[in-house]
């Protein structure tokens, strides 16, 4: 037997313990705005949903498919197919699927989801002229609870953000996985995307003029949520901007550092080939002379130091050769 919740804005939260699926229609009869919540997707939600509640055909292949974010209109229910945060350690979205029929408001899900919890505190402290708006009062509420679970998670984000750009630009301190906790924040802004464009394309197209997905009773509460969801859009684009100029940012600071350590380890290298240059003709000279024959003309050079003064003044000639060059200095223009 599938997991489900049932509630009624007359009975509240109904026992559904010895409940079959097939009994919901007459258990909610006469007790005004439903909500059924069905947090498995078996065979048993998909005869309920063809047979009993009988919705099109096509909302049975989306809720059992590959689903994208939908907003339809059938003769006497609508569908919605909106993205939700899921409550796992790890950030990730899940797809809600919403019929509304008649009173009833259906959801269909997998896995926790921390906005039914909201949705579901809403219901029970909704106001008795909200109520009477109808289910789409109930639709509104559930689409907003999504839309105020994010908030608190984007204002962590903010804070994450805030940490990683003092990280990157603090010269005082050296900080472990910058890199790999700016992508991190990246997935998650994009993770949050995909919930959050959902919503502010399903509240775009009940507004539109026409299309007629909700009462016109309603339209100012969507009026104001589509307000809400455009804010969470320019939120995220803005984070992920700045988590990307953080990320050039500290990859920039990375290749200076490598430039300046390459430019230290270039005015080395210069040094030692400059004193190796220098060493080389002198290496030679006392190699000639060095050489065991009794023939070798070094009284012709004045013996010793004269041999060490043409030493010296090979030297010295080849220090003035790289100073004119600007060896000494490699870094002047």
Same mark, same amino acid.
């Given at each position: 037997m +599938?997991?489900?919740?049932?509630? @009624?804005?007359?009975?509240?939260?109904i026992d @559904?313990?010895s409940?079959?699926?097939g009994?919901?229609p007459?258990?909610?009869?006469?007790?005004?705005?439903a909500?059924?919540? /069905?947090a498995?997707?078996?065979?048993? $939600?998909?005869?309920?949903?063809?047979?009993?509640m009988? $919705?099109?055909?096509?909302?049975?292949?989306?809720?059992?498919?590959?689903a994208t974010t939908a907003s339809?209109k059938?003769?006497?229910?609508?569908f919605f197919?909106v993205?939700a945060?899921?409550?796992?350690?790890?950030l990730?979205?899940e =797809?809600?699927?919403?019929i509304?029929?008649?009173?009833?408001?259906?959801t $269909?899900?997998?896995g926790?989801l921390?906005? /039914?919890?909201?949705f579901?505190?809403?219901?029970?402290?909704?106001?008795p002229?909200d /109520?009477?708006?109808g289910?789409?009062y109930?639709l %509104?509420?559930?689409?907003?609870?999504?839309?105020d679970d994010?908030?608190?998670?984007?204002?962590?984000?903010s804070?994450?953000l805030?940490?990683?750009?003092?990280?990157?630009?603090d010269?005082s301190?050296?900080y472990?996985?910058?890199l790999?906790r700016?992508h991190?924040l990246?997935?998650?802004?994009?993770?949050?995307?995909?919930?959050?464009?959902?919503?502010n +394309?399903?509240?775009?197209?009940?507004?539109?003029p #026409?299309?007629?997905l909700?009462g016109?009773?309603?339209m100012?509460y =969507?009026?104001?949520?589509? &307000?809400?969801?455009?804010?969470?859009?320019?939120?995220? +684009?803005? %984070?992920?901007?700045?988590?990307?100029?953080?990320?050039d940012?500290?990859?920039?600071?990375? +290749?200076? &550092?490598l430039?300046?350590?390459n430019?230290?380890?270039?005015?080395?290298?210069?040094?030692?080939t400059m004193?190796g240059a220098i060493?080389?003709p002198l290496?030679?000279?006392?190699?000639?002379f060095?050489?065991?024959? $009794?023939?070798?003309?070094?009284?012709?050079?004045?013996? =010793?130091w004269?041999?060490?003064?043409?030493? #010296?003044? =090979?030297?010295?000639?080849?220090?003035?050769y790289?100073?004119?060059?600007g060896w000494?200095?490699?870094?002047?223009?």
């Amino acid at each position: 037997m +599938s997991a489900f919740r049932l509630h @009624t804005t007359y009975a509240g939260l109904i026992d @559904t313990s010895s409940m079959a699926l097939g009994e919901v229609p007459q258990a909610v009869e006469g007790q005004g705005l439903a909500w059924l919540d /069905l947090a498995e997707i078996n065979e048993e $939600v998909r005869a309920f949903l063809t047979d009993t509640m009988a $919705v099109d055909e096509l909302i049975v292949e989306d809720v059992f498919g590959d689903a994208t974010t939908a907003s339809l209109k059938f003769d006497n229910h609508t569908f919605f197919a909106v993205r939700a945060r899921n409550d796992a350690e790890r950030l990730d979205t899940e =797809f809600v699927f919403v019929i509304v029929k008649g009173n009833i408001l259906i959801t $269909v899900h997998r896995g926790s989801l921390p906005a /039914l919890a909201i949705f579901r505190r809403r219901v029970a402290k909704s106001d008795p002229e909200d /109520l009477a708006l109808g289910v789409d009062y109930l639709l %509104y509420e559930l689409l907003d609870a999504i839309a105020d679970d994010w908030t608190p998670v984007l204002s962590r984000f903010s804070g994450t953000l805030d940490d990683l750009e003092f990280q990157v630009f603090d010269p005082s301190n050296t900080y472990d996985n910058l890199l790999e906790r700016l992508h991190g924040l990246k997935g998650n802004l994009r993770e949050a995307n995909k919930s959050i464009e959902s919503l502010n +394309s399903i509240t775009m197209r009940c507004l539109q003029p #026409g299309v007629r997905l909700v009462g016109t009773n309603v339209m100012g509460y =969507f009026t104001d949520l589509h &307000q809400l969801t455009t804010a969470l859009v320019k939120r995220v +684009s803005n %984070y992920s901007a700045g988590a990307a100029s953080t990320r050039d940012a500290y990859l920039s600071n990375i +290749s200076m &550092q490598l430039s300046e350590s390459n430019a230290k380890l270039t005015e080395v290298m210069t040094t030692l080939t400059m004193v190796g240059a220098i060493m080389l003709p002198l290496t030679l000279i006392a190699g000639l002379f060095g050489m065991n024959n $009794v023939d070798l003309p070094a009284d012709r050079f004045g013996g =010793f130091w004269g041999i060490v003064g043409i030493m #010296g003044l =090979f030297a010295a000639m080849m220090m003035a050769y790289f100073w004119r060059k600007g060896w000494f200095n490699p870094r002047r223009p």
